[in-house]
Nanobody
Framework: HVQLVESGGGLVQAGGSLRLSCAAS????????MGWYRQAPGKQRELVAT???????NYEDSVKGRFTISRDSAKNAVYLQMNSLKPEDTAAYYC???????????????WGQGTQVTVSS
């Protein structure tokens, strides 16, 4: 069993910063891609940023230059540094990891429970 736990969400004024963290625990053998997604009320969940095992990153256009994704493979963790936040960034943010466990030797996607980010104008 694998569990992802997120932290770091909260309420911030426009122009402010937040850092989200997500750590995985359980019977982890390897982790491949890691990513952050978000879902605003009434909207579909959308990709924010991803990072591969080798550190290659990909960002949704609206967050490029403002958000930075990083990972610490030794800690099974992924982070999202969010700067210059805007009210339209308000959403529940979810981390996701592609994990191979000690008993299931193929990649399977796991999700965190979500952390709320609210940006006031």
């Amino acid at each position: 069993h694998v569990q992802l736990v997120e932290s770091g969400g909260g309420l911030v004024q426009a122009g402010g910063s937040l850092r989200l963290s997500c750590a995985a625990s359980g019977s982890i053998a390897r982790i491949n891609n890691m990513g952050w997604y978000r879902q605003a009320p009434g909207k579909q969940r959308e990709l924010v940023a991803t990072i591969t095992r080798t550190g290659s990153t990909n960002y949704e256009d609206s967050v490029k230059g403002r958000f930075t994704i990083s990972r610490d493979s030794a800690k099974n963790a992924v982070y999202l540094q969010m700067n210059s936040l805007k009210p339209e960034d308000t959403a529940a943010y979810y981390c996701s990891m592609a994990v191979a466990t000690t008993d299931i030797p193929y990649w399977r996607d796991y999700w965190g429970q979500g952390t709320q980010v609210t940006v006031s104008s």
